[in-house]
């Protein structure tokens, strides 16, 4: 890590393969642009909430290609430290935790976020789902929404290239 820090990025996925934006004018009366699903990134490494917080390359995650990269900040933290951090955070965001409107990857996302950057991530994201029951048919959605969650909310990052965790 430089003086300058390390980078840290948001990686931003559609769970809906572009459903949502297609359906979402229709069923909602206003566009939605995608169901999130996200990640942060700092050293090369992809954090995200999917059956238990998982790692693994940058831009590999079982999701396929981010619609998106959003910058977040820097972090000075040591990798040392964010991996005790990271540890703490697990305790709170496990399988058995996941709620979709409560406990769900956007939020793991905000929390690691701050505890890197100091900063949440974009509001968008974050509050995607309370945002979408708020709207007159987003109980309609909402189990669409959690179909693909769960179905996403349990993946791992087995099968695919995980860097090392440090000893």
């Known amino acids: 890590m430089s003086e300058e820090g390390e980078a840290v990025q948001l990686y931003v996925y559609d769970l809906s393969n572009g459903l949502a934006r297609q359906l979402s004018p229709m069923l909602l009366g206003h566009m939605v642009e995608?169901?999130?699903?996200?990640?942060?990134?700092?050293?090369?490494?992809?954090?995200?909430?999917?059956?238990?917080?998982?790692?693994?390359?940058?831009?590999?995650?079982?999701?396929?290609?981010?619609?998106?990269?959003?910058?977040?900040?820097?972090?000075?933290?040591?990798?040392?430290?964010?991996?005790?951090?990271?540890?703490?955070?697990?305790?709170?965001?496990?399988?058995?935790?996941?709620?979709?409107?409560?406990?769900?990857?956007?939020?793991?996302?905000?929390?690691?976020s701050e505890l890197l950057t100091g900063s949440a991530i974009p509001e968008q994201y974050y509050n995607q789902a309370q945002s979408l029951l708020q709207s007159p048919l987003g109980q309609m959605v909402l189990p669409m929404m959690a179909q693909m969650e769960q179905r996403y909310g349990n993946v791992t990052a087995e099968g695919f290239q995980n860097p090392s965790r440090p000893t």
């Open 34 to 112: 995608a169901i999130y699903h996200t990640g942060v990134a700092v050293g090369g490494i992809e954090y995200f909430f999917g059956g238990g917080v998982q790692r693994c390359i940058a831009g590999q995650t079982p999701f396929g290609e981010p619609m998106r990269k959003v910058e977040l900040g820097v972090t000075h933290i040591p990798k040392d430290i964010r991996e005790e951090l990271l540890a703490d955070l697990s305790r709170r965001y496990t399988a058995d935790a996941y709620n979709l409107i409560d406990n769900n990857c956007n939020h793991f996302s905000n929390a690691w």
